[in-house]
């Protein structure tokens, strides 16, 4: 079965600092993979999304992600976070035969002012 | 608005009692599904429509869940004899037909079961 990994389940960081967060998936075959993003009183909204070609993908708002096929991760980065930052986000992978959209544990950011 | 709408936001219910959850998915999407979110996890899949029929039910815990779409647009989630573990935010999500396009999430219905 497939499953999504977040290692990281809560990062404080101060304003300035990067920011990576950890994601690994356990699927073998073609995947697409997803960071969403959930701030404080809103829903889930997508941060950015891998396909296929490029495997450094651009999102919202400075965010990137690069997956690494090899090492089964599409690790979330961002160069320099800002208060308005804080958030949970979550990792999440389509795989195979089905629509599921499977979501990791999330990672609560709170950026420090 | 234009995006996914989800009624009531809150819900607080007896144990043993029925509840129905509804959601209005984006204008145009054929695809809908429901997620179920518990407290420090990931939102977990419930459900998945194409159109009026679900393409996927895996996801339902047991048969005191159940969900329907009738005319391919609102669709209700409806859960039988309550327990207190069915506490959590029940997600809905829609999007346009097709494999993998992005699903667009609505507020949640915050159930809590007494």
């Known amino acids: 079965a497939q499953s999504v990994s977040q290692h990281n389940h809560h990062v404080i960081l101060s304003e300035a600092a990067s920011l990576e967060l950890g994601c690994n998936y356990s699927?073998?075959?073609?995947?697409?993979l997803f960071w969403y993003v959930q701030y404080p009183g809103q829903h889930l909204q997508l941060l950015l999304k891998?396909?296929?070609?490029?495997?450094l993908v651009k999102g919202i708002k400075g965010f990137e992600a690069e997956f690494i096929k090899s090492k089964f991760s599409f690790n979330l980065r961002k160069p320099s976070v800002q208060w308005s930052d804080t958030a949970e986000y979550f990792c999440?992978?389509?795989?195979?035969?089905?629509?599921?959209?499977?979501f990791g544990t999330g990672t609560l950011l709170a950026v420090q002012p | 608005g234009a995006g996914v709408s989800q009624t009531p936001s809150n819900k607080v219910t007896e144990k043993g009692k029925y509840v129905e959850l509804r959601c209005d998915p984006i204008?145009?999407?054929?695809?809908l599904y429901w997620y179920r979110q518990s407290l420090g996890q990931g939102p977990e899949f419930l459900i998945y429509?194409?159109?009026?029929?679900?393409?996927?039910d895996s996801g339902l815990p047991n048969d005191r869940f159940f969900a329907v779409r009738p005319e391919g647009s609102v669709s209700t989630l409806k859960i039988q004899r309550t327990e207190r573990g069915d506490s959590a935010v029940y997600l809905c999500?829609?999007?346009?037909?097709?494999?993998?396009?992005?699903?667009?999430f609505g507020p949640g219905t915050r159930l809590t079961v007494l």
């Open positions: 999500a829609s999007s346009q037909a097709g494999d993998y396009n992005e699903q667009f």
């Open positions: 699927y073998g075959g073609t995947v697409n």
């Open positions: 891998y396909f296929s070609g490029d495997p």
């Open positions: 999440a992978v389509y795989g195979g035969a089905t629509n599921k959209l499977i």
């Open positions: 204008s145009g999407h054929t695809a």
């Open positions: 429509f194409q159109g009026t029929g679900a393409a996927d």
